[in-house]
């Protein structure tokens, strides 16, 4: 990932797409055909989530090894490390690069629901020592990602430590373990983005801190009931300019909140690449498994764009059904 950024022209915007593995035969059939058309729109990679303590291990891994070699995209799995085993993790990162897949999204991850935080082999208790882990293991073959939190990171319901302040150390140590990018959790507030990015850049203590490569995460908003909901287990607090774009009469039409929320994301990408002095070019979006309302931005947005050199987007706009 970090190679390929390094080759794109200074002012070059890109994106990239995270996807789930579908738990149906159908969600799977759905998904594959919705791969190859966003394929078409040209994301400069594609991430697959993990679930919680290893739970859909061979679906993540079979969706990661065809995007990678069926699908010739550049790959980037996500790996947790709470909860789990050392036989799991080492088990993916070679499966991964028998499949040829060179990025790394490095996480904690949380407990699968009813356990506790840190049972399983416990030798790995936060993000860096799976930093630490595949560094020691694998040297540079993998290119690695870790997460940011640009309005800090909760534990559980516990909302009294969500602070970027508290998490700051614990950052600039992953990172000099060897990470090699940032992607953010979701968010609105452009402003707490900004701010984020300006300290993590500017921090002394993070080696090459000036160049790293942040990509702010971004989740379309489908329906007003998803969107609440996203932000709120995301802990993503939403501007009230914002907030006031959806007004009662329009939250029931999710087809009016769905034109919303692309206007919404292609404002808020505007600020971003407008306000960081074009420093921050890529765009990470959280797909949940959808379409269309990330084609629409892409096309309509004047950051993003210019990435299309045909009429992909045509293509690429399906009837968001079955996402599983
Ligand atoms: P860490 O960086 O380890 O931080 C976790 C917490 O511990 C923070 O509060 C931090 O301040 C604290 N901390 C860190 N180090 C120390 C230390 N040495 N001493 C004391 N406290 C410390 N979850 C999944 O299950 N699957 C996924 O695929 C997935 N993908 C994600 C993708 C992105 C882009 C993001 C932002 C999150 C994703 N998550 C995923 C969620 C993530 O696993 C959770 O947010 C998790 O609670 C924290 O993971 P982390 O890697 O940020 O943890």
Same mark, same amino acid.
């Given at each position: 990932?970090?190679?390929?950024?390094?080759?794109?022209?200074?002012?070059?915007?890109?994106?990239?797409?995270?996807?789930?593995?579908?738990?149906?035969?159908?969600?799977?059939?759905?998904?594959?055909?919705?791969?190859?058309?966003?394929?078409?729109?040209?994301?400069?990679?594609?991430?697959?989530?993990?679930?919680?303590?290893?739970?859909?291990?061979?679906?993540?891994?079979?969706?990661?090894?065809?995007?990678?070699?069926?699908?010739?995209?550049?790959?980037?799995?996500?790996?947790?490390?709470?909860?789990?085993?050392?036989?799991?993790?080492?088990? @993916?990162? /070679?499966?991964?690069?028998?499949?040829?897949? !060179?990025? =790394?999204?490095?996480?904690?991850? $949380?407990?699968?629901? +009813?356990?506790?935080?840190?049972?399983?082999?416990?030798?790995?208790?936060?993000?860096?020592?799976?930093?630490?882990?595949?560094?020691?293991?694998?040297?540079?073959?993998?290119?690695?990602?870790?997460?940011?939190?640009?309005?800090?990171?909760?534990?559980?319901?516990?909302?009294?430590?969500?602070?970027?302040?508290?998490?700051?150390?614990?950052?600039?140590?992953?990172?000099?373990?060897?990470?090699?990018?940032?992607?953010?959790?979701?968010?609105?507030?452009?402003?707490?983005?900004?701010?984020?990015?300006?300290?993590?850049?500017?921090?002394?203590?993070?080696?090459?801190?000036?160049?790293?490569?942040?990509?702010?995460?971004?989740?379309?908003?489908?329906?007003?009931?998803?969107?609440?909901? @996203?932000? /709120?287990?995301?802990?993503?607090?939403?501007? !009230?300019? =914002?907030?006031?774009?959806?007004? $009662?009469?329009?939250? +029931?039409?999710?087809?009016?909140?769905?034109?919303?929320?692309?206007?919404?994301?292609?404002?808020?990408?505007?600020?971003?690449?407008?306000?960081?002095?074009?420093?921050?070019?890529?765009?990470?979006?959280?797909?949940?498994?959808?379409?269309?309302?990330?084609?629409?931005?892409?096309?309509?947005?004047?950051?993003?764009?210019?990435?299309?050199?045909?009429?992909?987007?045509?293509?690429?706009?399906?009837?968001?059904?079955?996402?599983?």
């Amino acid at each position: 990932i970090v190679e390929k950024y390094r080759q794109l022209p200074e002012d070059a915007a890109f994106f990239s797409l995270e996807f789930f593995p579908p738990k149906t035969e159908t969600g799977l059939r759905n998904l594959m055909a919705r791969l190859g058309r966003m394929s078409a729109l040209n994301p400069m990679f594609v991430t697959v989530t993990w679930g919680a303590g290893g739970s859909t291990q061979s679906k993540t891994l079979e969706l990661a090894a065809t995007c990678q070699k069926e699908l010739g995209l550049t790959t980037c799995l996500h790996l947790t490390c709470t909860n789990t085993d050392r036989e799991k993790i080492d088990h @993916a990162l /070679k499966t991964a690069k028998d499949n040829g897949i !060179k990025n =790394i999204l490095a996480l904690r991850g $949380d407990p699968p629901r +009813g356990e506790d935080l840190g049972s399983g082999s416990g030798e790995f208790r936060y993000a860096v020592d799976l930093v630490r882990y595949i560094r020691k293991h694998y040297g540079d073959y993998f290119c690695i990602g870790v997460a940011g939190y640009p309005e800090g990171h909760v534990e559980g319901s516990d909302d009294s430590e969500q602070s970027v302040e508290h998490d700051f150390p614990y950052l600039v140590e992953k990172l000099n373990a060897g990470a090699d990018f940032l992607v953010t959790q979701l968010f609105f507030d452009v402003d707490k983005f900004l701010e984020y990015e300006k300290k993590v850049k500017s921090c002394k203590e993070i080696k090459n801190a000036k160049d790293l490569l942040i990509l702010p995460g971004l989740m379309p908003i489908n329906g007003y009931q998803l969107f609440n909901r @996203a932000a /709120k287990l995301s802990h993503a607090s939403v501007p !009230k300019e =914002i907030q006031d774009r959806f007004p $009662d009469s329009i939250q +029931g039409d999710d087809n009016k909140v769905k034109e919303v929320g692309v206007q919404v994301l292609i404002e808020m990408i505007d600020k971003i690449y407008g306000n960081s002095d074009k420093k921050i070019r890529g765009f990470h979006f959280y797909t949940l498994n959808l379409e269309k309302s990330i084609a629409e931005i892409i096309d309509r947005s004047p950051v993003l764009s210019k990435i299309l050199e045909n009429d992909d987007v045509e293509n690429a706009i399906d009837e968001d059904v079955d996402a599983d």
